[in-house]
């Protein structure tokens, strides 16, 4: 559990989890300073992410009932801090909730307004897919997997791909790592059912094939630690 003050609560539901290798240097670029590529697996990693975000609170007392509900997608690396903190680097978010694109940039997270939907269906064989549509900008994403709700996936790399506690950023000219804590993510193998993404060609990466991971989470609850100074060596 990350140390108080925690200043959020939230809750990531029905989470679609894709994942490619990446060679080293090709994130290299986008580390802030005093961080560098995590590599597991013999590589370092990109993912695809969509979910639902709710039960937003600010604090563990203030619901945000409208603004803390939407659907989120986002393009993230895998990082480690000369300090040994072990986290991700949003390469962009995309969310529906302009207010909440606006503060978040702010504060130097890489948030854009987009139309963003869930889609799939319900049935013997569920579907769960996401959707985006960047707005005034030519790049979107649609992406959905069937889940084998039947089996666990519980192997060292899908463990290693979610058992992410924090993010690094840049704010105000300095490295900042923001801690989060959440129990291990309920996790399910899945089958890749259709995939036209744009948002990691418009983050500058560029990847080739299907992803090598395909995962789904029914969620997991999220708390949310004061953020801190990451040194630069």
């Known amino acids: 559990m990350v140390a108080r003050p925690w200043l959020m609560e939230q809750t990531w539901a029905e989470a679609v989890i894709l994942h490619w290798r990446l060679p080293v240097a090709d994130a290299a670029g986008f580390m802030p300073p005093g961080t560098e590529p ?31 509900s ?14 040994g903190s072990a986290g991700v680097v949003f390469l962009s978010l995309d969310a529906p909730r302009l ?75 300095r490295s900042v790592f923001l801690p989060v804590s959440h129990r291990p993510w309920p996790l399910h193998p899945a089958e890749l059912v259709h995939l036209d993404d744009g948002l990691m060609g418009a983050a500058g990466l560029e990847v080739a094939g299907p992803p090598e991971s395909v995962l789904f989470s029914p969620g997991v609850d999220t708390v949310f630690g004061r953020p801190r100074i990451v040194p630069v060596p």
Request: with cysteine.
């Open 38 to 68: 995590d590599v597991f697996g013999g590589s370092t990693w990109v993912g695809l992410i969509g979910f639902r975000m709710c039960g937003v609170r600010l604090g563990r007392v203030l619901p945000v009932p409208h603004l803390g």
């Open 70 to 83: 939407f659907v989120e997608v986002n393009v993230r690396l895998y990082s480690r801090g000369a300090d």
């Open 99 to 173: 207010p909440v694109v606006l503060a978040a940039r702010a504060l130097g997270i890489p948030y854009v307004w987009s139309r963003c939907r869930s889609t799939g269906a319900d049935g013997p064989e569920p579907v769960r897919g996401y959707e985006v549509a960047r707005h005034h900008r030519q790049a979107g994403s649609s992406f959905a997997v069937r889940p084998d709700l039947a089996a666990q996936a519980d192997d060292e790399l899908s463990l290693e791909l979610t058992a992410r506690f924090g993010a690094h950023t840049r704010f105000a000219g």
